[in-house]
């Protein structure tokens, strides 16, 4: 099956800073990547995704890189916020109906104002 | 749109006792939703798969009489744990997906289980 690896497992930057976090996976069919953000107790909220077909996409302060032939993936926050502090979660899937995400173990972003 | 509730958002019961979750997707019919186990500072465990109509599919290492999951209609889904233990405690959450091509899958808010 599928296996997701996140690095780091906590992130601490300045507010102003940028801030990457990078996943790799293991199966070449996945082709859906996406990107969650979690604030403490509360449900993981959709930031940013990727499919294969693309290398990469930019929403605002976020983008995503993909590079299939190394089987990773990279999210990118620039000028960072104290509210960007979460844990944040890579995942990926082959994309077919009623396939499931397979999750990275997170990243625990800090952001020191 | 593509929100999903969860109910309870937390419950404590007794040993023994059985708890009954429900994730419903509220503007958009879910042919398939997930239920995940998360520990404290630990990523998302998928438990199971719901597919509306049938039974679930279980990841390994999750018992299936212990964690009932009926996702009769396409916006309900339930995740019974029956005789529950401490052991069991902990943040459970729904996710749901739309049917055809869509891919992302959309959170609940959780349910904190305290078995005491």
């Known amino acids: 099956g599928e296996n997701v690896e996140q690095h780091p497992s906590t992130l601490s930057v300045q507010e102003g800073d940028s801030a990457v976090i990078k996943c790799t996976y293991s199966?070449?069919?996945?082709?859906?990547f996406p990107w969650y953000k979690q604030e403490l107790g509360k449900r993981p909220q959709l930031i940013i995704d990727i499919r294969s077909n693309v290398g990469e996409k930019k929403d605002q302060r976020i983008a995503v890189t993909l590079n299939k032939t190394a089987k990773h993936f990279s999210l990118h926050i620039t000028e960072t916020q104290p509210e960007d502090s979460a844990v944040y979660f890579c995942?990926?899937?082959?994309?077919?109906?009623?396939?499931?995400?397979?999750f990275g173990g997170g990243t625990r972003l800090m952001v020191k104002p | 749109g593509a929100v999903v509730s969860q109910h309870p958002s937390r419950v404590i019961c007794k040993s023994g006792t059985s708890v009954k979750i429900e994730c419903r997707s509220l503007?958009?019919?879910?042919?398939?939703m997930f239920w995940y186990r998360q520990f404290p500072k630990k990523s998302l465990m998928l438990m199971a798969t719901?597919?509306?109509?049938?039974?679930?599919?279980?990841e390994q290492g999750v018992e299936k009489d212990k964690f009932l999951i009926n996702h009769a209609s396409l916006t309900l889904s339930t995740l019974t744990v029956t005789s529950a233990h401490p052991e069991d405690s902990s943040f459970y959450i729904c996710?749901?997906?739309?049917?055809?091509?869509?891919?992302?899958?959309?959170f609940g808010p959780g349910t904190r289980l305290l078995v005491l």
């Open positions: 995942a990926a899937s082959k994309g077919n109906a009623g396939n499931m995400l397979t």
């Open positions: 719901s597919n509306e109509g049938s039974k679930a599919t279980y």
């Open positions: 199966d070449s069919a996945s082709n859906y």
């Open positions: 996710s749901a997906r739309s049917g055809g091509k869509g891919e992302t899958q959309y």
């Open positions: 503007d958009f019919q879910a042919t398939t």
